[in-house]
Structures are given as C-alpha cells and as structure tokens.
T-cell receptor
Framework: DVKVTQSSRYLVKRTGEKVFLECVQD?????MFWYRQDPGLGLRLIYF???????EKGDIPEGYSVSREKKERFSLILESASTNQTSMYLC??????????????FGPGTRLTVL | AQKVTQAQTEISVVEKEDVTLDCVYE???????LFWYKQPPSGELVFLIR??????QNEISGRYSWNFQKSTSSFNFTITASQVVDSAVYFC???????????????FGGGTRVLVKP
C-alpha cells in the first residue's frame, strides 16, 4: 500500500512565524504535490515536484516555497505565516506519468491555524 | 484554463436512497482524465475512479456508478442504496494528458458534502 504521511495533523502558529510542513511517501514516487483545501474551493495546487530539487509553481504559490532534497520527502514552507494561510494542507504523490496518467495518493492532511 | 464545477455543495439523504453528484468540466485539451475522490471525516482523500476522455462507457463498481458524457462535459457519480458510511465529501477532478516528463496537475471541483442519515 502506498503511504503518504504528513508530520502533523494539527498545527497552531503565530503571524510572522516560519512554518514547515513535511510530507514523506514510501513508494518511490517521482511526483509530489502540495494542495490547500478551503470550504467551497476544493483543493488548489500550491507547488509540485517531479524530481529531486525540481519544483513547479501551481495555481496559488504566493507566500509559499518548497524543498525537495530527497525523493521521498517534500516540504512546504511558509516564510512568514499570515492569517489567510489558515487552511487544511494536503500532500500527495504519484508515479511519473510517462504517457499514462497515474492517480495521486494523498496524506491525511495538516490543519494549520495561524493566529 | 481548466475548470471543474460541482454545483451541489451539500446533499442530505436518508439511508437506502440513491444520490447523484454532478460534475461539469471545461478543458481545451482533446485528451484528458477525469477522477472522483472521496474524503471521509478522517480527512484523507481516497481515489475512486479514473476515466480517460476516449472512454465514454459508463462504469459500475458495486453501489457506485459513473456516467461520462463528453457531449455535455459531464462526469456524474451515483451512489445506489446509500449507507451511513457513504457520508463524506466527494471531489471531481480533471487532469490534462502529460506530453512531457513533468508532474501531472489535477484541477478539483469545490466538492459535494453528502450526508446520509440513518
């Protein structure tokens, strides 16, 4: 079974703090993704990575950065947290497409509250 | 730009009733993939089905069935004889076909919350 784990289920931070959200997958997937989920908006892609040290902006990258130093680990960084970044953050991974699409497997999510 | 619309934000049914979730999409691609995911209260999204744009056959899996109609850009999902365990948020998603060795991107609808009452 594919397993995607996220470092925390719940996190509370203060405005201006630097926040790290960690995601680890154990199936040797090339692709990894960070989404945020807000009511009525569904999931929106923040960043994704298709290889170590490679990253691509998603639809809403502003205020975020990412790091992928190892294949199994993809970190989302909030350089200076703001209250509008209070949300549920979901990490996902998938095999490299290679002409055929592979479904994404999701972690349990981190509910971040910025006070 | 791709777009996925789930017009129903919440549906409430009594157990054993059928429930249909609507999904309408927009894309300029001729080849694409459509998905449904389930998010139970635990939070983790669970993959339900993938369908590519060339396969318009309807699909049934147990109490779940999917109706893909390319002419109306819809990919609707029906739960037959609903059960309390079906209570969850359901997301429809769209992905373009990869033409280069980079990550796939999914565009999600806003989700439909289904509440099945005993």
């Amino acid at each position: 079974d594919v397993k995607v784990t996220q470092s925390s289920r719940y996190l509370v931070k203060r405005t201006g703090e630097k926040v790290f959200l960690e995601c680890v997958q154990d199936m040797d997937h090339e692709n990894m993704f960070w989404y945020r989920q807000d009511p009525g908006l569904g999931l929106r892609l923040i960043y994704f990575s298709y290889d170590v040290k490679m990253k691509e902006k998603g639809d809403i990258p502003e205020g975020y950065s990412v790091s992928r130093e190892k294949k199994e680990r993809f970190s989302l960084i909030l350089e200076s947290a703001s209250t509008n970044q209070t949300s549920m953050y979901l990490c996902a991974s998938s095999l490299l497409a290679g002409g055929n699409y592979n479904e994404q497997f999701f972690g349990p999510g981190t509910r971040l509250t910025v006070l | 730009a791709q777009k996925v619309t789930q017009a129903q934000t919440e549906i409430s049914v009594v157990e054993k009733e059928d429930v249909t979730l609507d999904c309408v999409y927009e894309t300029r691609d001729t080849t694409y993939y459509l998905f449904w995911y389930k998010q139970p209260p635990s939070g983790e999204l669970v993959f339900l089905i993938r369908r590519n744009s060339f396969d318009e056959q309807n699909e049934i899996s147990g109490r779940y069935s999917w109706n893909f109609q390319k002419s109306t850009s819809s990919f609707n999902f029906t739960i037959t004889a609903s059960q309390v365990v079906d209570s969850a948020v359901y997301f429809c998603a769209l992905s373009e076909t990869m033409i280069k060795a980079a990550g796939n991107k999914l565009t999600f609808g806003g989700g439909t919350r289904v509440l099945v009452k005993p």
